[in-house]
């Protein structure tokens, strides 16, 4: 998959645009040349695009707050070269304070998002797993689970199915037992790439994991790298896991995955199973019980 694509995916190039939007908010007051005006302009498009394509899901209206002091302050800098009144330069100062003051607040709200807590909950002697074909497999290759048990030689049950949308992981649940107190979430990239709108997503999220709950289960729910026009697919996510206490790893680490290799720029390799195997294995070590340990 194109390593800028990648990149974008990953959310990483929020903090690379506003690190960029604050530099020319900076040096903009100082600017006059022409040309350095032209570049400042391109720059500043740049900035606004990488931090979109990060497609950070805040809510709407946070969104609009944050357009509405860029423009704002875009046109209290339209005419650089214009000496302004008393009046402009105060509303100058004050845009450029606000898009100052919002550029580094959403950054900060979402870095938290970057890192994967210390998964918390009873240790489980085994893992279940409910995906797609991330999980299943397509290929001849082993997937992913498989290579995970013969490394750690815990038992995996891979309900896992190629093509798979989170309304056909409900039927994934239907084989869960009593025993199953440790279930892994990999879903949601079929719903997204069909076209399933974000509404009928959210239902079928729902009903998902409202079927996995139960006494001493722990969830684990890998996040989903967004498209632009399906945002709302992460504030779906985070807001159900917060309602289910379903724990989330971070998109990063499933984009860590897929540059580590894919078959066809999406389905693992063997390399990119490989990888997935050990980053779960780092990931689940607090809440999975090793082979020969006593169960606290």
């Given at each position: 998959m194109n390593p800028i694509a990648l990149y974008l995916a990953s959310g990483e190039s929020l903090y690379s645009g506003a690190a960029l939007l604050l530099l020319i908010i900076a040096v903009s007051p100082s600017i006059r040349n022409r040309w350095l005006l032209r570049l400042r302009a391109l720059l500043?498009?740049?900035?606004?695009?990488?931090?979109?394509?990060?497609?950070?899901?805040?809510?709407?209206?946070?969104?609009?707050?944050?357009?509405?002091?860029?423009?704002?302050?875009?046109?209290?800098?339209?005419?650089?070269?214009?000496?302004?009144?008393?009046?402009?330069?105060?509303?100058?100062?004050?845009?450029?304070?606000?898009?100052?003051?919002?550029?580094?607040?959403l950054p900060a709200l979402e870095f938290p998002h970057r890192y994967a807590p210390r998964f918390t909950g009873t240790r489980a002697d085994h893992l279940v797993v409910i995906g797609d074909s991330i999980s299943a497999g397509i290929f001849k290759d082993e997937p992913w689970p498989v290579l995970f048990q013969a490394h750690t030689n815990i038992q995996v049950s891979n309900l896992s199915a190629a093509g798979a949308e989170t309304s056909d992981a409900l039927d994934q649940t239907?084989?869960?037992?009593?025993?199953?107190?440790?279930?892994?979430?990999?879903?949601?990239?079929?719903?997204?790439i069909g076209g399933v709108l974000s509404a009928e997503f959210e239902t079928r999220l729902y009903?998902?994991?409202?079927?996995?709950?139960?006494?001493?289960?722990?969830?684990?729910?890998?996040?989903?790298?967004?498209?632009?026009?399906?945002?709302?697919?992460?504030?779906?996510?985070?807001r159900l896991a917060d309602k289910y206490q379903v724990q989330l790893i971070p998109k990063r680490f499933f984009i860590e995955v897929l540059r580590s290799g894919t078959s066809d720029g999406l389905h693992l390799s063997p390399a990119g199973a490989r990888h997935m195997a050990a980053l779960v294995d780092v990931l689940l070590d607090p809440v999975l019980m090793k082979p020969g340990a006593a169960k606290p």
């Open positions: 500043l498009w740049t900035a606004l695009a990488l931090m979109a394509m990060a497609c950070p899901p805040f809510p709407w209206w946070l969104d609009g707050v944050y357009f509405a002091a860029f423009l704002a302050w875009l046109i209290a800098g339209a005419n650089p070269k214009m000496p302004p009144t008393p009046t402009h330069r105060r509303f100058r100062i004050v845009t450029m304070a606000a898009l100052t003051l919002l550029t580094i607040v239907r084989k869960l037992t009593g025993r199953d107190t440790l279930i892994l979430i990999e879903i949601g990239g079929n719903d997204m009903k998902l994991l409202a079927a996995c709950i139960g006494r001493d289960r722990t969830l684990i729910m890998f996040e989903l790298p967004l498209l632009p026009h399906r945002i709302a697919y992460g504030r779906i996510q985070r």
